[in-house]
């Protein structure tokens, strides 16, 4: 086998200039190729994903949400509101910070995690405050103190509670609303230092802030908050309330739901996932016709390196038939024709591979937040495709070059 | 150590067919220096290549060493042709693309020898034939006689234990076949068995014995 190589390798070195042109032609191709089956499957991703989050219908949020507006959804519903009065609107939904209307610029769309407290708690605070009539506020503080409890490097994650008045880099001020009476509410402002991961750096005060790419996770994740499965100390912690314009029944869905254990929900704006589902797919349509293109370039350079190697092997003929004489077998002498054409086409594919993960990243469709990353399946794919276009040039050539007898070849040459 | 028996070799269709050979039998003892010898055309190639294992006889026997040759699978064969035979061709046949040195490790690699060994053992014959200063060299930069030489190291490499020559001073001119000659003589003296082909009578002569065919046959 060794021997094999060297032999292959000495040939190709021998017939390197012969063989330069398939190499780039090749390296092209998988280039090209590679290029656009990166981007297909990546829409075809964003296609699938997005199919999956219209299919969950208790996720979609239906409208994204603006200062002192409803972000209503047929199962879920959402209040994002500027003033927050807890006490008043104690069975609502209650987002603090979008509150201030948070709104990230286009180019920079950032996930924004959304967790529910632990499931004892969600009854604690929805149930007791809708059925004993208990001031939301009052329960939640209690909360905000079991949070601080269990999240001690998280800080303040619980500020649902307090109305956001200003931030600024690593600090957050937050405007604690306490209960003093029955229908009665101070402000107090508060200071409190936040150490965030992910700062609020991307928002600006008074601008929109729009729900997509939230994830919702279960209320078990809550309790492993210790554990380091805090997705962000970012956190926005949103509720599922029972007020005159929400569903019970679909906050019991999304419970049923977390239950199935669902470790992460997708939901994203309705209206906007019909039109990424459109993009997506004619997306998709048009970079198959150019993965036909491709291919088809691909299938050229076979032909191109096929008429290359059966000029060659016919003028090599007598080193083939010395090699049978001097006691290799066909397979050895075909193994070494496969290694020499492997080579061209290994290091084609190689350029071209390299070419492909240097520009893939570049190529991106806006429009879906698509970017053609560099995928396994496509090395993958380059990979076979190379094994297949070596062997079928080499079985073409052989066959159309080979005699009957070895002793036939050496008279051919010979004459 | 070879023995042919009632040989014939055909070529062509049923409707167009040649008798290359035409029920030949012989024997050759190990240490034998044997010239084939007859008129172009009168089936001493054929012999030879059907005693090489690169070709069939249509009917017959040929047993080395008491192996029948033509009964060996394929592989069989191409140990056959590795360990057994060496082959010197008129026409010499190195292969271009590769160095004199890896030319003559040709039938050693396929024996499966180790690299080093390998490119010791082609030093040592190409001291042998007087060539140790052109190991590097392509076979295009090589006269006729040194190419023959360089073919004669590489047919001996592996240790055969017959040699077989088809023409081996054809291409060359006199100097250099004579040198060829020589060589081949020393190479039998030091007991390795040979068998050529010539139709040149001056050349049989100096051979132990001369085999000569007519017509596909031996007279």
């Not at chain 1, 390296?27 to 219209?54: M, P, R, T, W, Y």
């Not at chain 1, 802030?209 to 939230?214: A, N, V």
């Not at chain 1, 040039?393 to 159309?400: D, E, N, R, T, Y």
Request: negative net charge.
């Amino acid at each position: 086998m060794r021997y094999s190589i060297r032999k292959a390798l000495t040939h190709f070195r021998y017939y390197f200039f012969t063989y330069l042109s398939v190499i780039l032609e090749y390296a092209v191709g998988v280039a090209i190729a590679a290029v656009c089956f990166n981007l297909l499957l990546s829409c075809n991703d964003k296609l699938k994903e997005v199919e999956k989050a219209l299919s969950e219908d208790v996720l979609q949020v239906t409208y994204w949400g603006q200062t002192d507006e409803w972000a209503i959804s047929p199962d879920l519903m959402v209040e994002v509101r500027r003033d927050a009065d807890i006490g008043a609107k104690q069975e609502m939904i209650y987002v603090p910070y979008v509150s201030w209307g948070f709104s990230i610029p286009d180019e920079e769309w950032r996930n924004v995690y959304v967790m529910f407290p632990t499931k004892e708690d969600y009854e604690k605070l929805v149930g007791e405050s809708r059925e004993e009539k208990i001031y939301v506020g009052s329960i939640v503080e209690e909360y905000l103190v079991e949070l601080e409890k269990i999240s001690k490097d998280s800080k303040k994650i619980g500020f649902f509670y307090s109305n956001l008045l200003e931030w600024n880099e690593g600090t957050l001020w937050l405007g604690q609303q306490t209960i003093a009476g029955k229908d009665t509410a101070e402000m107090e402002i508060e200071e409190v230092e936040v150490v965030l991961n992910k700062p609020f750096k991307l928002v600006s005060q008074a601008e929109q802030f729009s729900l997509q790419e939230c994830i919702i996770l279960p209320p078990e994740y809550m309790s492993l908050l210790e554990n380091g499965r805090n997705v962000g100390k970012d956190a926005i912690v949103l509720l599922p309330t029972n007020s005159e314009r929400s569903d019970m029944q679909a906050v019991g869905k999304l419970l049923q739901r977390l239950a199935e254990g669902n470790e992460e929900l997708h939901f994203e704006v309705t209206s906007q996932l019909v039109a990424l589902r459109k993009s997506a797919s004619d997306l998709t349509a048009e970079y198959q016709d150019l993965v036909y293109v491709s291919v088809s370039i691909l299938a050229i350079v076979m032909l191109g390196m096929t008429g290359v190697f059966i000029i060659l092997l016919q003028k090599r003929r007598n080193g083939v038939a010395i090699s049978l004489a001097y006691g290799a077998t066909k397979l050895q002498v075909f193994g070494e024709l496969f290694l020499e054409v492997f080579f061209v086409f290994g290091i084609g594919g190689f350029i071209g591979m390299f070419v492909a993960t240097k520009v893939s990243p570049k190529v991106v469709i806006e429009a879906l937040e698509v970017v053609a990353s560099v995928r396994f399946e496509v090395v993958v794919a380059v990979l076979l495709c190379t094994f297949f276009e070596t062997l079928v040039v080499c079985l073409f050539s052989v066959q159309a070059v080979k005699s009957r007898t070895l002793v036939e070849t050496l008279r051919q040459t010979h004459r | 150590m070879i023995r042919v028996e009632n040989m014939t070799k055909i070529y062509g269709a049923e409707q167009v067919q040649t008798k290359a050979l035409d029920g030949v039998s012989f024997q050759i003892e190990e240490g034998e220096f044997v010239a084939i010898t007859g008129k172009s055309g009168c089936g001493k190639s054929s012999l030879l290549h059907i005693l090489g294992g690169m070709d069939m006889q249509t009917s017959g026997h040929y047993f080395f060493e008491e192996t029948e040759v033509n009964k060996l699978s394929d592989k069989e064969m191409a140990e056959f042709r590795n360990r057994k035979i060496g082959f010197v061709f008129q026409a010499f046949y190195l292969l271009e693309e590769f160095q004199t040195l890896q030319n003559i490790e040709l039938p050693l690699g396929y024996s499966g020898w180790k690299s080093g060994k390998r490119r010791k053992r082609a030093m040592e014959l190409l001291q042998l034939v007087g060539l140790s200063h052109k190991g590097r060299n392509h076979p295009s930069q090589l006269s006729g006689g040194e190419q023959q030489r360089i073919a004669i190291a590489r047919a001996i490499a592996n240790y055969p234990k017959l040699l077989l020559a088809d023409e081996p001073t054809g291409n060359l001119d006199k100097e250099n076949g004579e040198r060829i000659m020589e060589l081949l003589k020393r190479l039998n003296k030091e007991g390795l068995t040979i068998v050529m082909v010539t139709h040149d009578l001056e050349l049989a002569k100096e051979a132990s014995r001369i085999i000569h065919i007519s017509d596909g046959k031996i007279v």
